[in-house]
């Protein structure tokens, strides 16, 4: 029986699981959608693939309990739109589905996302609570919401749901938990569960009882629960169990509408529907086709399954043939078909194939409808030919899938034609007519002007380039001829005449022709060939040239198609030896070979309009004769100094040359002494008074146009030589010899210098001793008789035959070196004080005089006296000096002098002074060092001197950092006071210092600070440094930026807290903290942000605050609920509710303004200024006229926003306050009387925007009737203006003035007895107009017409 069971029941939860991975294809696939529905719930698969899996554990001995493993998603959207930013939540990280061991822990986590925040909820599938184990939170580091199980039980094995919901939708994510059994676990629950079997007997329960126990449970566990209850029926308890669930299956499902037959045309769309009554409404739906079952989510939209409420709905779009036959619902074990039958109509054109004429280069269209969609294909031909889409042409479908289209692009000639469409049977055929474009000229013919003999053109473009061209000449073709040349390029024709000729001037036409076109298109233009003149560019110039050598005339004109002839002396040049006419162009030559005296003489050229001449003559260059030039370059001009000398040079030449002499390169110009003399076949050159610079080289240079000419020659001038060169060098200057040497002259006098003359004298005299005599060839000198120590001064002389020289002197030197008395010694030095003995010492002078020093005297004196004594009787030769019987108490000074063979120097500079006492004792060590003062860059130390030792002159202070090891000095000079601040220290850094003592005896011993001292201020209290800088009160306008600066000491730095109304600012400021500041900024205030503000500092030593009150002042809010009531005719009173900002009294100055409009103008006009209350009652108003009125609070910062009544305020008329009152008759007697005015009108001048009144008192019986007037125009009937007559005075009431209601206003007043007529002028005027308001001044006085 088992076995037969398990088959069984293994047979049916294959079944069953494979409706499972049924199921879950259907969720994977359906995730995308807004709702997701599962077939089957998540219990109930749960308890099938338990059942599964546990008969299989039984069957292989094995026991477990797990769950098939499951993994859905759903989401649901509430919201039908969701603004921008915000979404529906969504899982951004999903859960994944866990198999655990029974005692293990379970950890699901998820990460969601949507706008608003969504929340989360952890449910069991089954409906079972999240045993105790079970713990949910949220991760806001990885931003995770977490599900933990801790010591799983079998019981934990569940579909778990994570759902995350906000206001736009839902979103579920369901995953399984399987649970294997524990081998160790269920082993020892065996045993305990046999343990009690045994103790326990029970009674087996009756049929009925069992089927309700097997009432809910899961049919894989009929067989454990009977054997547990040891029910023993088995079989007939199934039995039992299939027939009470098939009582309830047919209840199941109730069909309140059945599906129907449905009959549409293809194309269509179809919905079958039915209404059902579902117990179970997770129920499993299938759609079939025939026996085929419909796969809804791969049918890419062609089924669609719709529900609403109990209708569920299959929907079929596009039906078409294939899509016939019977469609059937199963609905558990209840199936609904119903037939689709589709009916196909015939293919037919439904629009007409029109012909179609276009104009070329346009876009033909040709367009055809389909009755209905077709799967065979359509096909264009032209001409007989299939159509291939290309660029030229263009074939679409229409979204509809009914309208084909054809383009063809750019039509031309060549595709007109018929066109024919075929698809299946049906054909149809039109022709394209093309309509040709005219032909533009887009350039025409443009009449040219040109010059005899030179090119024409004329040219012209069309616009298209497939045209014929024919060219006339006054009206005569000339396409033909030979005279012109044609050009053609694409859409230009052009015409070209070369060497044009007055005949060629005429009217020239183009003529256009095209195919299929009959017109002809013209475009002309004229000719005109102007007869050619030219002009000289560039002229003859005269000419001169030596005879036999060639020679040219040059003429160039501005037109090189112009031809000239030459003329010599007058007469036509004929071509003859010698001579050659050229033209080049524009250029025109006349070339001579060989220039002759025939040659010579005028010569001109004449063309049309130009005419040049030119001499021609013969010219020699100037000649010298070679024999002269020989005999000028053999040998020199020699002259003695003070002479004359004069140079004469033949030559010839034609015409006469220029003569220019030279000397050494330089043009020689005549003065007293220089004179040029100049001949027709000659020149000479006179130097009287020759000197020894005339010396050089002559050249004469013979210039004329034809050539130059070129003599050279030496000069040379003899005289005595010039003085030797530069500075005389002295080889030696000793106590017996004086060497020297010089350098030779630079000239010689142009004779060779024989000797040198040598002469002195001693320094202070002025005669001169010749001491010497040498030959030329050496220049030094040695004078032996010399005196040691004289000083001499030396001349020489070069001598030649012509005489001698000018002397170089030289400067004054000295036989050996002088001796001099030492220089001056180093200041003494004075140690080994005693009362009465005190010790000199110092070194050599720097200088000693040449001779060696041979001792010193060393004088002393008392400080403050003039009076010096030499201390030793002899001169002193050590550097050092003991001096003795000083005198106790007294302070001397000391001085040196140094003394050689030329006797003593200098005294040295005076010793310091140097009291006479015995020495003293260094200082003893410092006392009481210590701490007064520190800050984050420098410390303050202070001490007491010492008590041993004698007194210091000051302190030695070092430092030395915590981590370094080296002692450093805090000053560099011994410090004189018992303080001293060391500055430049580093924040928060640990320095150790000590100090010593010191004075003339020395350095004292050191004492240093037991403990390292920290570069910080010393402890200090928070408190506030203001200095008026901010004030209790601070009034800020709205928008601007609200700043509070506070500074403060403290030390250590303080915690700054700022404070708004008592509550802790956390909004829009910026709080900016130093040490010693801190500063909150709202960078745009707000109305809100008034309030008290308090800066609150604390450290570890105290606290202070410091109280702002901040009123930010803001444009008032507007008043509200304004209310409007006419208790008086005439009048309105106005109420409204107080605006906060006025009723919270914080600007004395805020107030309301009332305005009213006229619905006839759009200005609104002021009623009443600085209003307090909320209540006015406004007068002034017209009857029967409408108003709105408006309320504005006003304050120092500006106004609020209006506050309108909503409706306009009709201001009733005056009512007849008695309707019917009945008087005795009373028989008057009859009196009339003439119109006239009692009381005229007055000229009015009102502020532009104000209303304005005019009246007048009248008389008349019976009653005139008014008129008003404007000028010329009647105003009477015009809704414009108010008016009234009544008890004698006529009034009429302007509202609003403008600048248009200015002028002359009439009334006339008219009965049967007359009529009479009154005037004033209305003037308008402006707030700034003064000018008119004292005219207006003026003019009051004067008297008014009336008529």
């Known amino acids: 029986m088992a076995a037969g069971l398990l088959h069984a029941t293994g047979d049916k939860m294959e079944h069953q699981m494979r409706q499972v991975s049924e199921m879950q294809m259907f969720s994977s696939s359906s995730a995308s959608s807004s709702t997701l529905t599962s077939p089957m719930s998540s219990s109930k698969l749960r308890k099938v693939s338990q059942g599964l899996s546990r008969t299989m554990d039984e069957h292989s001995g094995v026991q477990r309990k797990t769950s098939a493993v499951v993994e859905s998603f759903s989401q649901v959207q509430k919201s039908t739109h ?216 791969y049918s890419h939209g062609k089924y669609e399954v719709k529900q609403m409420g109990t209708k569920h709905m299959l929907c079929i779009s596009g039906v078409s043939l294939s899509d016939m036959g019977t469609y059937a619902l199963q609905v558990g074990d209840k199936r609904l078909s119903a037939r689709l039958n589709v009916i196909d109509e015939p293919l037919k054109f439904l629009s007409d194939f029109k012909p179609q004429k276009v104009t070329e280069r346009q876009t033909a269209v040709f367009e055809i409808r389909l009755s209905k969609k077709t799967d065979a294909p359509l096909i264009w031909k032209v001409k007989g030919k299939e159509v291939k889409r290309d660029e030229k042409f263009e074939v679409c479908l229409s979204e509809d899938g009914l309208t084909y289209t054809l383009k063809i692009k750019d039509v031309k000639v060549s595709d007109t034609g018929d066109y024919t469409i075929s698809i299946g049977d049906l054909t149809a055929t039109v022709p394209l007519f093309i309509e040709r474009i005219p032909i533009n000229f887009t350039s025409q013919l443009k009449n040219a002007s040109v010059k005899e003999r030179g090119i024409a053109r ?95 005339l040059s003429v160039v004109l501005d037109d090189e198609k112009v031809d000239g002839m030459w003329l010599k002396d007058g007469q036509e040049i004929s071509e003859k030896s010698g001579v050659q006419v050229f033209k080049q162009g524009a250029v025109h030559k006349l070339i ?155 000239d010689n006098g142009g004779k060779q210098v024989t000797s040198f003359v040598i002469e002195r004298r001693v320094t202070g005299k002025k005669s001169w001793t010749r001491v010497g005599e040498v030959d030329s060839s050496t220049t030094i000198f040695s004078n032996d008789n010399v005196e040691e120590g004289q000083a001499y001064q030396y001349r020489i002389r070069a001598v030649n035959t012509e005489g001698m020289s000018d002397p170089l002197e030289t400067e004054e030197v000295r036989a050996g070196e002088m001796i001099e008395p030492p220089g001056m010694a180093p200041q003494p030095q004075v140690s080994n004080i005693t009362k009465d003995t005190m010790t000199v010492s110092w070194t050599p002078p720097a200088q000693d005089g040449v001779a060696s020093v041979l001792g010193y005297n060393l004088e002393r004196r008392k400080k403050g006296s003039n009076m010096w004594l030499q201390v030793n009787k002899e001169l002193l030769t050590d550097s050092k000096f003991v001096v003795d019987g000083l005198v106790d108490g007294v302070e001397y000074e000391f001085r040196v002098t140094s003394v050689n ?237 107080h605006t906060p900002d006025l009723a919270a009294d914080d600007d004395e100055g805020a107030h309301y303004v009332i305005l009213k409009r006229d ?52 201001i009733a008329k005056e009512k007849e306050c008695i309707s019917r009152l009945e008087l005795k008759e009373y028989a008057s007697r009859s009196r009339q009387v003439k119109p006239s005015f009692l009381l005229p009108l007055k000229d009015h001048a009102v502020h532009k925007g104000h209303d304005c009144t005019m009246s007048c008192a009248y008389q008349g019986m019976p009653t005139p009737k008014a008129c008003w007037y404007k000028g010329e125009t009647k105003i009477s009937d015009s809704p414009r203006f108010w008016h009234s007559t009544a008890n004698g005075v006529c009034t009429l009431v302007i509202p609003t003035c403008g600048a248009k209601d200015g002028g002359k206003y009439t009334l006339v007043l008219e009965n049967p007895l007359g009529m009479a007529k009154c005037s004033c002028s209305l003037v308008i005027f402006d707030k700034d107009d003064k000018s008119l308001l004292e005219s207006l001044t003026n003019q009051a006085n004067k008297d008014k017409l009336i008529s």
Request: a neutral charge; hydrophobic letters at 35%; one cysteine or more.
């Open 82 to 297: 969701i603004p921008e930013g915000e979404s529906v939540p969504d899982f951004e990280e999903k859960l994944r589905p866990i198999t655990a061991q029974e005692g293990d822990n379970a950890v699901f986590k998820a990460k969601v996302t949507g706008n608003p925040q969504p929340t989360v909820s952890w449910e069991r599938a089954s409906g079972c609570l999240l045993s105790d184990a079970s713990t949910s939170f949220c991760d806001k580091i990885n931003n995770q919401y977490i599900l933990k199980i801790k010591n799983l039980t079998l019981g934990d094995a569940d579909v778990y749901k994570c759902i995350t919901s906000n206001h736009h939708g839902e979103a579920i994510y369901s995953v399984s938990l399987i649970v294997t059994e524990n081998p160790a676990l269920d082993f020892k629950k065996m045993l305990k569960k046999r343990s009690v079997e045994k103790r326990e007997e029970r009674k087996p329960p009756t049929e009925e009882e069992m089927l309700k126990i097997l009432a809910g449970a899961d049919k894989k566990d009929y067989e454990r629960i009977c054997a547990e209850h040891g029910f023993t029926d088995f079989r007939g308890i199934l039995k039992k169990l299939k027939e009470m669930k098939k009582k309830v299956e047919v209840e199941m499902v109730h069909v309140l509408k059945p599906l129907e037959d449905i009959t549409a045309k293809a194309d269509t769309n179809v919905v079958f529907d039915t209404i059902l009554e579902l117990r179970d409404p997770n129920i499993r739906m299938h759609w079939f086709l025939g026996a085929e079952l419909l796969r809804i989510q």
């Open 458 to 552: 004329l040219e012209c473009e069309m616009s298209s380039k497939d045209v014929h061209i024919r060219w006339l000449k006054d009206g005569c073709d000339v396409t033909a001829s030979r005279r012109y040349i044609f050009m053609r390029e694409g859409k230009r024709a052009e015409i070209i005449i070369e060497d044009c000729e007055l005949t060629d001037e005429g009217k020239y036409s183009v003529v256009c022709t095209q195919d299929n076109d009959s017109h002809e298109y013209v475009t002309s233009a004229y000719l005109i060939v102007d007869e050619r003149f030219a002009s000289v560019k560039s002229g003859m110039s005269d000419v001169q040239c030596p005879t036999g050598s060639p020679a040219e």
């Open 592 to 746: 001579f070979t060989g220039v002759t005296n025939a040659h010579e003489g005028k010569y001109t050229f004449r063309a049309k309009g130009a005419e040049s001449e030119a001499l021609l003559t013969i010219a020699d260059p100037p000649e010298i004769d070679s024999s002269v030039l020989d005999l000028l370059g053999a040998r020199p001009v020699t002259v003695k100094a003070g002479h004359t000398a004069t140079i004469k040079i033949p030559f010839k030449g034609k015409p006469p040359p220029k003569v220019t002499w030279y000397k050494d390169g330089v043009e020689v110009t005549e003065d007293e002494r220089t004179k040029v003399e100049r001949t027709a076949d000659g020149t000479s050159l006179v130097l009287s008074r020759c000197i020894r610079e005339d010396s050089g080289a002559i050249m004469l240079r013979l210039k004329s146009d034809c050539g130059t000419a070129v003599a050279n020659l030496h000069l040379n001038v003899i005289d005595h030589p010039k003085p030797p060169q530069g500075k005389v060098e002295f080889l030696e200057l000793s106590g017996k010899c004086i060497k020297m040497k010089w350098k030779a002259p630079r």
């Open 901 to 1137: 063979r030329a006797g003593a120097g200098s005294p040295s500079t005076i010793s310091n002074a140097a009291q006479a006492k015995d020495p003293i004792r260094a200082p003893g060590m410092v006392r009481n060092l210590c701490v007064s003062d520190s800050t984050n860059s420098s410390i303050s130390l202070r001490w007491t001197p010492p008590e041993q030792g004698d007194e210091p002159s000051g302190y030695i202070l070092e430092i030395r950092p915590e981590d370094a090891k080296e002692w450093m000095k805090a000053s560099k000079i011994p410090i004189a006071g018992t303080g001293y601040t060391v500055g430049g220290l580093q924040e928060r850094m640990k320095y150790h210092f000590r100090i010593r003592a010191v004075n003339e005896g020395g350095l004292g011993e050191p004492i240093e600070l037991s403990e390292g001292v920290l570069a910080l201020p010393p402890p200090v209290a928070p408190r506030f440094n203001l200095h008026g800088k901010l004030k209790n009160q601070m009034v800020v306008r709205a928008g601007t930026s609200l700043c509070l600066h506070l500074s403060f000491s403290a030390s250590p730095p303080p915690v700054v807290t700022w404070f708004k109304d008592g509550i802790r600012t956390t909004g829009r400021e910026v709080i900016t903290s130093s040490k010693n500041h801190s500063q909150f900024l709202i960078s745009s205030s707000q109305r809100s942000d008034s309030g008290v503000y308090r800066a609150h500092l604390k450290n570890d030593y105290g606290e202070a605050h410091y109280d702002v009150n901040v009123r930010i002042a803001d444009f008032p809010r507007p008043p509200k609920n304004l209310r409007l009531v006419e208790e008086v005719p005439g009048t309105v009173t106005l109420q409204w509710d």
């Open 1159 to 1210: 619905t006839s103008t759009a200005s609104w006009f002021t009623v009443a200024e600085r209003v307090f209350s909320s209540k006015y009652t406004v007068t002034g108003l017209l009857p029967g006229r409408k108003y709105y009125f408006r309320v504005i609070a006003q304050s120092s910062i500006g106004d609020s926003d209006p506050l309108d009544s909503e409706e306009p305020l009709i």
